[in-house]
């Protein structure tokens, strides 16, 4: 008897080691250390859920604040040490894919079926990574605003022409009830100006780069459409209708719901806030047409597989763990972020129908265009925003986005046409 | 000299061993890796091989070329002038974009520009933003050093005394120093924050509201004058104690003499203190020189080299391509180019201070 407790309890011990080391370990690099919302959190749980269903695999995180999220992914590259699953910003992802830091996910096309475009991350005709959400920008204000100064509340069907936009910047201004007509985030240096402002060049029959090569960014940057955009864009600041490059950051958080500013261009990760405030009053407007269209960004973080990664098939199956309606839903209702899927966005209280949200999903589904997806994208964006900067303060515009062309151009040139 | 740091001396060069192997791992191997890269078009992440090009990162970023524009004349060859009657000229870009007859200007852009009569001649640089960071190095380090170090012996004067709690006033002067200089930078952002920041609203207050309130980083007069200011505050502390080790190697016996024999409180200082404190001016001279060219947390942190180009130095911008762009090449060149004008310059310093 005591021989076979003995045994049996050997046996159970075998079988907890045996468990744990039949898990194959993957790594896991996430950028979002000390994120304001429930992203960090959620991302945890994601990871403890999937090592809990299944008995290969182990995921083990490792968390890095933003800022220094993609040096170390670069110098981890260089060192031969990255992990095995990679938090990638959309955007981004073409570089990294060309610089052979990840590989294709290998996972069955007909699984994005009904998913928005702006999550897919393609590149040279593969997927490369995917994201359980996407972000949207909308012209945040309050009806009662708009009521008060006799503007038309635009639809996605009828946003407002640039004539009526100018028109409302300029009624506003004129009041003198706000400090700054509009916010557009200059405060916020860095992605946000190539995500929020590319949209409006692109609206104005512009580009950063022309898309049908990827190889050169003369006339599209710096045609009469863009020097039209430029001029427009100079004249929001000489006319004192939206604060400029040195913007407190206190202010863009704030600004809105404090009275300092009419209408905000932002992100519907910072719409709940503005709805806490303002209630049923709160307004998400579409991006105005400038000629060609109303345009506004898409892609935001996804999760791609790394070249080196010794276990493919584990980074894949946790992927394919995720990209479910289940986990759609609960990162969009902890961080007020756009599900990735309809089905799913029934599911969240923001985003269903009649959700204080839902007008974003329209926004994603019907505006959203992806930033130029080449490797190269990642200098031109460091060159749209200092460009944007500049004329903003000033510079002469056909001078800016001609340099801004030209080092575009030569960048291109020296990564010999970054592969396309 | 060379017999003897080789003969017996193998104590002295186990000391050594340490600091000279992280030395050369991290300072000396990197300088000859980043001469060898400004050569090349390395890239930090690439598919591509590296290749050489010979000095073409040298001539794209120093690159300079002289150009007259002459006004635009209508028919009968007069000027043409516009409503304020200023001289209209053709526009740069029609010269320097795409024009077979202009190979010379291709891609350069205005950096400045003097009239001189109907003409206007035109500098113009293959890289403007470099040139104006060269610029705006030099007149950092030009306003920095000498009041920095000015500013510091000031200080250290004032605490080399025996005075009751005077080391609460070291402490209070060096404390800037052990403060991160990100975390510095960013509380002087809220100070030097528009409309009502603290140092508007202080000097708001002074003036009983007659002050108003200033854009200080956001405005090209008033930036990188802000940046020194700040960047003044955060070092002068740490030179307050060199000039303070100085002080204090002087004996007090030559004070005691120069009492004695009468002198006053300026010869005391004139003729006593500061020949004593000779060898700790140039080390301090160096090392602020030193430390100001290699400005680089502030302006990341606090303007990113803006507004228009007016806080570009060259360190920022070596980091910005190197690792913004990727551009590991274009990096190190800047970087090699830095290390030549510190070189320079610390070697004519040595020589103007040299003992005769």
């Not at chain 1, 490059?245 to 863009?252: G, K, N």
């Not at chain 1, 902890?334 to 985003?351: C, D």
Request: overall charge negative.
């Amino acid at each position: 008897m005591k021989l076979v407790k003995l045994l049996g309890g050997t046996a159970i011990i075998a079988l907890a080691a045996g468990a744990a080391s039949a898990q194959t370990e993957l790594s896991l690099w996430y950028h979002g250390a000390g994120s304001a919302n429930a992203e960090e959190a959620l991302v945890n749980q994601l990871v403890d859920d999937f090592n809990a269903s299944q008995s290969d695999w182990k995921v083990v995180i490792e968390t890095f604040p933003q800022l220094a999220y993609n040096d170390a992914v670069g110098a981890a590259a260089l060192a031969n040490e990255l992990p095995d699953i990679l938090d990638v910003d959309g955007p981004v992802m073409p570089n990294w894919a060309w610089a052979g830091y990840m590989q294709p996910l290998g996972i069955d096309e007909a699984k994005f079926e009904g998913y928005l475009p702006g999550p897919i991350g393609r590149w040279d005709g593969e997927v490369f990574s995917v994201g359980l959400w996407d972000a949207a920008v909308a012209l945040t204000t309050r009806k009662s605003t708009l009521d008060k100064y006799g503007i038309r509340v635009p639809s996605l069907d009828a946003p407002w022409s640039r004539e009526e936009f100018d028109g409302a910047l300029s009624a506003i201004a004129a009041s003198g009830d706000f400090e700054y007509p509009l916010d557009l985030g200059m405060a916020w240096a860095g992605e946000w100006y190539p995500y929020a402002f590319s949209p409006l060049l692109q609206s104005f029959g512009g580009d950063i780069i022309d898309r049908s090569t990827y190889q050169t960014a003369e006339g599209i940057l710096n045609g009469d459409a863009a020097i039209e955009f430029g001029e427009w864009w100079q004249g929001l600041f000489q006319s004192g209708y939206v604060p400029g490059t040195s913007q407190d950051a206190a202010d863009r958080e704030t600004g809105l719901v404090s009275g300092k500013y009419a209408m905000s261009w932002n992100g519907n990760w910072a719409a709940l806030p503005v709805i806490e405030a303002f209630g049923d009053d709160a307004l998400f407007l579409p991006a105005p047409d400038f000629g060609n269209g109303g345009v506004i960004g898409a892609a935001s973080w996804q999760f791609g597989i790394s070249a080196t990664s010794e276990n493919p098939e584990g980074a894949r199956a946790f992927i394919e763990y995720m990209l479910d309606d289940k986990w759609f839903a609960a990162f969009s209702d902890g961080t007020g972020l756009i599900p990735t899927t309809a089905s799913a966005a029934t599911m969240t209280q923001n985003y269903a129908p009649g959700g204080p949200l839902e007008v974003f999903y329209g926004l994603s589904e019907a505006q959203a265009l992806v930033r130029p997806v080449t490797p190269g994208y990642i200098v031109q964006a460091k060159v749209f925003e200092k460009a944007l900067a500049d004329i903003a303060n000033g510079a002469d515009v056909a001078d800016t986005l001609d340099a801004a062309v030209d080092e575009i151009n030569e960048d291109i040139q020296a990564n010999q046409g970054y592969g396309h | 000299m060379a017999s003897k740091l080789t003969q017996s001396n193998r104590a002295g060069w186990l000391f050594a061993a340490p600091g000279v192997a992280l030395m050369t791992l991290f300072i000396i191997l990197p300088f000859f890796l980043a001469f060898a890269f400004s050569l090349t078009n390395q890239r930090l992440a690439s598919p591509n091989p590296t290749e050489y090009v010979g000095f073409e990162n040298y001539s794209d970023l120093l690159g300079l070329a002289i150009f007259t524009l002459e006004p635009e004349r209508d028919e009968g060859g007069e000027v043409l002038r516009d409503d304020d009657g200023e001289i209209e000229y053709p526009r740069l870009r029609n010269f320097t974009r795409n024009n077979p007859d202009y190979p010379n200007l291709q891609g350069k852009r205005e950096w400045f520009s003097w009239q001189s009569g109907e003409n206007r001649t035109v500098i113009l640089a293959s890289d403007v933003v470099f040139m104006k960071a060269l610029i705006n190095t030099f007149t950092f380090v030009l306003f920095v050093a000498p009041i920095q170090a000015g500013f510091a012996l000031c200080l250290a004067l004032l605490i080399n005394q025996k005075l009751r709690g005077i080391n609460i006033f070291r402490t209070v002067f060096f404390m800037p120093v052990v403060v991160s200089i990100v975390v510095v930078s960013l509380l002087w952002q809220f100070i030097y924050s528009p409309g009502d920041g603290l140092l508007n609203n202080v000097l708001s207050g002074l003036t009983f509201g007659l002050w108003e309130p200033r854009d200080w980083l956001g405005n090209t007069a008033t930036a990188l004058p802000s940046i020194m200011a700040m960047s003044i505050w955060q070092g002068v502390g740490f030179h307050m104690v060199i000039w303070l080790s100085g002080l204090q190697t002087i004996s007090p016996t030559l004070y005691e003499a120069a009492e004695i024999e009468g002198s006053n409180k300026w010869q005391t200082f004139r003729y006593v203190t500061w020949p004593g404190l000779r060898n700790t001016a140039v080390l301090i001279l160096i090392v602020i020189t030193m430390q100001a060219f290699a400005l680089f947390a502030q302006i990341d942190v606090m303007t990113s080299g803006g507004p228009l180009d007016s806080t570009q130095v060259l360190v920022f911008q070596a980091v910005e391509r190197g690792y913004g762009k990727q551009d590991i090449s274009g990096g190190s060149t800047i970087s090699v180019i830095l290390f030549v004008i510190v070189l320079i310059i610390s070697l004519i310093q040595r020589y103007l201070t040299r003992e005769r």
